[in-house]
């Protein structure tokens, strides 16, 4: 069955430092990778996706199928950054996988 | 031009009852969600449905119902409310037959059971 980790429950940072949020997924298959954001009190939004290898308000990640993994990088964190981030997963059956996520805390 | 919309915000209830929360969506997608997001933040889907097909997740009680009336709407009921049944539910849409997977999410309903 397809999994979403996301081992760190709270990463906190200061203003201007590089971040990094782990995700590793378990999945047979080709998988679709997402980062989405939930900024406090917001609906989730999708941040990105790794089949557009863009990046967005800074952020990256790629798809390391070797490792099976999809980290999220920034090389200078934000106040503004502070948020909740869900890795994701979609599979053949149409739904997202979600991890457990990670608050991100930007410490001026 | 809110997107996904749900309604109510909040809601609070009682054990045993029977609520209903409901969701539409503007963007002409075909298929729509349901996601749990419990007080730890984990985020679990519930049901994924289309006019063609309904994707239930096997952890579900059977006091959850998706009802859709049209391809915009997918409403779900809970009957028989659970102290357990508190979080926040999410309602998404998406339109995979447009080859994105990409999810377009509702604000959210706050459930409290009391």
């Known amino acids: 069955a397809q999994r979403v980790t996301q081992p760190e429950k709270l990463l906190s940072v200061f203003k201007g430092a590089p971040v990094e949020l782990k995700c590793n997924y378990s999945?047979?298959?080709?998988?679709?990778l997402f980062w989405y954001v939930q900024y406090s009190r917001q609906r989730l939004q999708l941040l990105l996706r790794?089949?557009s290898r863009e990046s967005i308000k800074g952020f990256t990640a790629d798809l390391n199928k070797g490792e099976t993994s999809f980290h999220l990088k920034k090389p200078f964190a934000q106040e503004e950054d502070s948020a909740m981030y869900y890795c994701?997963?979609?599979?053949?059956?149409?739904?997202?996988?979600f991890g457990s996520g990670t608050r991100l805390q930007v410490q001026p | 031009d809110t997107a996904v919309s749900q309604t109510p915000k909040y809601l609070v209830t009682q054990m045993g009852n029977d609520k209903s929360i409901k969701c539409e969506q503007n963007?002409?997608?075909?298929?729509m969600y349901w996601y749990k997001q419990d007080s730890k933040k984990f985020l679990k889907i519930m049901f994924s449905?289309?006019?063609?097909?309904?994707?239930i997740n096997e952890t579900v009680p059977n006091r959850f119902s998706p009802k859709s009336p049209d391809k915009a709407h997918l409403n779900l009921h809970i009957n028989s409310l659970e102290l357990g049944d508190s979080a926040v539910y999410f309602c998404?849409?998406?339109?995979?037959?447009?080859?994105?997977?990409?999810?377009?999410f509702g604000p959210g309903t706050r459930l409290t059971v009391t």
């Open positions: 994701a997963l979609h599979t053949g059956r149409r739904a997202l996988t």
């Open positions: 449905y289309n006019n063609k097909e309904l994707i």
């Open positions: 963007l002409g997608h075909d298929t």
């Open positions: 790794h089949i």
């Open positions: 998404a849409s998406s339109h995979p037959g447009q080859g994105s997977y990409e999810q377009y």
């Open positions: 999945y047979s298959g080709s998988p679709e």
